[in-house]
């Protein structure tokens, strides 16, 4: 179900990708570029890490999966502008599965 999800979700961020920028939210940001784009994930970032923070003090968490929602949305976003759809990400966390998290670090080559 969640990958059906992230599917109709990254196929409609390509259809709005070439909307009119008046017609919607994604294709508005599309017209202002990448920088802004990349600003709203980096906000989102920021109000991620505040909900889970907060989340810890009052034990709701409603906030912090509001957030996340919101984060993955632009992250989501950030990857159409680029070309890339969730399958690239799905992908690469299926190629690190059976990969200790230490070891994976230790084979990057950046």
Known sequence: MTHD???QLA???EERK???ADSSYVASLHA??????????????????IAA??????????????????LWFHTLVMLSHLD?????ILDE????????????KANRTK
């Open 53 to 70: 923070k907060d989340a810890v003090t009052s034990g709701d968490k409603s906030e912090l999966i509001y957030e996340t929602a919101d």
């Open 93 to 104: 966390l299926a190629r690190r599965f059976n990969l200790s998290g230490l070891e994976e």
């Open 32 to 49: 202002k570029g990448l920088n802004k784009i990349l600003e709203k994930v980096g906000e989102e970032s920021i109000e991620t890490i």
């Open 5 to 7: 999800v992230l599917a």
């Open 18 to 20: 070439s909307a009119a």
């Open 84 to 88: 890339l759809g969730p399958d690239a």
């Open 11 to 13: 196929a409609t961020l």
